[in-house]
């Protein structure tokens, strides 16, 4: 019995929760001192970590402990560092079987983390080839599994080049890139990046967005909080610190696609993919609208000769995006999304609560069945395209 609730479904967002050790297993000797220290040293996060290699320990020397995971896998008390398959690659694939979904695309945690905390640009640069290494070993023990490779763009596109070039060494189908970038650098639409997106299209890789990936750019000034409060305490990874970050989760992503489509990249690349991945749903539509009207009313006053479309075609021909179980999905795809939207779990993270499947189909009454077939299939193929039986 597998939790799928039917054979054909494609899963946009899984993650593995690599261990403290982790990253300096796959990174070059000389670099291992130097790398950013898991969980950025704080004791809390050695002290989760710890528990959950415990665990592991136990339930693979305790048929009977293991058992009993299995049995409740999906729910809360089991995911993060807890999850089954968390990190271990062998017990992923018992897990891929229990989840019962076709293919996976598969993100870092913790070491991705580790890879942003590098800031001399010699150990950045090697904690980004320890990263995807050590994705691509996760991962080559189960076909169904698709990892994502990092190519940051910051450092320019010669350095950008060297990291799509490994990673197409290593057959990656999938490449993460950030939003934002750094004060100063060239934006990522520059021509002088256009090599990188032509390698991309020709490898015919997709190309992701993560929550994450804007380079610690917030987009909430913190005088928000100078309201007779306090400011909350952000927790552990991306997640938004409270409701009003909430809001603007999804503005990097937005700002970063409209440049994409208003400075010509995908006029340039036609045949470029990307998903928009745990950064909700909810606003793809109003946002399709709010790009059109950005071209009426600018098209006269500057140069956008490389927008042949309107912005909302592009959206639709190379955009694809993940809701958050609790959206309201149903809605989403009856109003204008249905070739837009991916299922995604987030397995094992806690965002993706216990039961991402049965909260969105909480609310797809109504929604007929080939656009559910879009949903958790269709639109998964679109976006892997022939990557997706290699």
């Known amino acids: 019995m597998t939790y799928a609730h039917r054979s054909d479904i494609y899963d946009a967002d899984t993650h593995m929760m690599e261990s403290p050790t982790w990253l300096a297993e796959f990174a070059d000797a000389k670099l291992r001192p130097h790398l950013t220290p898991f969980g950025q040293g704080k004791p809390a996060a050695l002290e989760k970590a710890a528990l959950a290699v415990a665990g592991f320990e136990r339930r693979r020397n305790s048929a009977e402990a293991y058992a009993e995971i299995e049995q409740s896998f999906m729910s809360m008390k089991h995911k993060g560092f807890q999850g089954l398959g968390a990190w271990d690659r062998d017990e992923r694939v018992r897990v891929n079987d ?3 979904f076709q293919a996976h695309i598969v993100f870092p945690t913790a070491a991705f983390d580790q890879v942003q905390g590098a800031k001399d640009p010699e150990i950045f640069a090697g904690s980004v080839q320890a990263l995807n290494r050590g994705l691509a070993s996760f991962c080559e023990t189960d076909a169904r599994m698709h990892p994502a490779a990092y190519i940051p763009f910051r450092h320019g596109p010669e350095t950008a080049l060297e990291y799509l070039d490994a990673a197409i060494a290593m057959n990656f189908s999938i490449v993460m890139i950030d939003t934002i970038a750094p004060q100063g650098t060239r934006a990522f639409t520059h021509p002088d990046f256009d090599p990188i997106w032509a390698k991309i299209q020709d490898a015919d890789m997709a190309i992701t967005i993560h929550v994450g990936t804007d380079g610690g750019w917030d987009p909430v000034p ?46 340039r690349f036609p045949r470029l993919r990307v998903a928009v991945v745990e950064l909700g749903a909810s606003w793809i539509i109003s946002w399709m609208k709010h790009m059109d009207q950005a071209y009426r009313a600018f098209r006269r006053l500057q140069d956008l000769s490389q927008v042949q479309m309107q ?26 999304a249905e070739d837009l939207l991916l299922f995604a779990s987030d397995y094992p993270h806690h965002e993706g609560t216990d039961d991402p499947i049965g909260r969105f189909e909480k609310t797809m009454d109504g929604v007929s069945e080939p656009v559910r077939q879009k949903f958790y299939a269709d639109n998964f193929r679109s976006l892997l395209g022939s990557r997706l039986s290699t």
């Open 98 to 100: 229990l989840l019962g």
């Open 311 to 336: 912005p909302s075609e592009y959206v639709r021909k190379h955009i694809k995006v993940t809701p958050f179980a609790g959206e309201d999905v149903g809605w989403l795809l009856n109003s204008g």
């Open 222 to 267: 913190l005088s928000f909080y100078n309201n007779g409060g306090s400011v909350p305490e952000h927790s552990e990874g991306d997640a938004p610190r409270d409701a009003i970050a909430y809001m603007g989760i999804q503005y990097n992503a937005e700002l970063f696609l409209a440049a994409m489509i208003f400075d010509g990249v995908f006029h």
